[in-house]
């Protein structure tokens, strides 16, 4: 009897071990076969990194406020190669057009917003991705740092461009900046299999400021 209440206590724990892979597992294939949207159509997000709210259309989308809490909106879904407009405030911002299956961000230059195309790290579905935006003034060439003199991921990245690639879902904190002037340290949340987090270095280049989140794409629905 005694042995075989180990061996019960036994075939629990090892449950009890395969529980989060069996889980990972699961959410990989949900991500794998969830319905998408079909082709021809193309996602668009917006950036504000000013801590001033603002309340943000793109196309039909449903409106939401980003800003202080949150530096994107989430990818609204649009048809490709069409027009497409956005308002702020509730007032007209301007048209765009992508080009059908692209990933893009409207980016603030000044008073207006420029595409960037988001680049793409990678398909695998089992790793996460990390996307790295060098949005701070006079900052010619942004790089994305482990903190404490760990390794660096992004090197003499462009100004107002981005980059980005697959990483196995670990716990990291990372800093960013121009040259030898780096930001406070930013922890990574918890990044599950099939994860886009974005990295945002804004600011300037003597000050830069480091802020993250979740990439996150509207629902399609017919």
């Not at 006079?138 to 990483?167: E, H, K, M, W």
Request: with cysteine; glycine share 10%.
């Amino acid at each position: 009897m005694a042995n075989l209440h180990k061996q019960m206590n036994s075939l629990a724990l090892c449950a009890a071990l395969l529980l989060p892979a069996v889980a990972q597992a699961e959410g990989v294939f949900a991500q794998l076969y969830a319905p998408r949207p079909p082709a021809g159509l193309a996602f668009v997000r917006l950036l504000n990194p000013s801590a001033h709210t603002l309340s943000v259309q793109i196309d039909k989308s449903t409106r939401q406020s980003i800003g202080a809490g949150n530096v994107a909106s989430t990818y609204a879904i649009v048809t490709g190669d069409k027009p497409f407009g956005v308002s702020i405030d509730g007032k007209p911002a301007g048209e765009w057009q992508v080009a059908p299956g692209s990933f893009n961000t409207l980016v603030p230059q000044g008073a207006s917003y420029s595409v960037q195309a988001d680049l793409t790290g990678s398909e695998n579905a089992l790793k996460a991705e990390l996307r790295f935006y060098n949005l701070a003034s006079d900052c010619t060439q942004g790089r994305l740092v482990v903190a404490g003199n760990g390794p660096t991921l992004f090197a003499d990245v462009p100004g107002q461009s981005n980059v980005a690639r697959a990483i196995n879902p670990v716990s990291a904190t990372l800093s960013a900046g121009c040259g030898a002037v780096l930001t406070e340290a930013l922890a990574l949340p918890p990044l599950k299999a099939g994860d886009h987090y974005s990295l945002f270095l804004t600011g300037t280049a003597a000050q830069p400021v480091l802020r993250g989140e979740l990439s996150k794409t509207d629902v399609y629905t017919q």
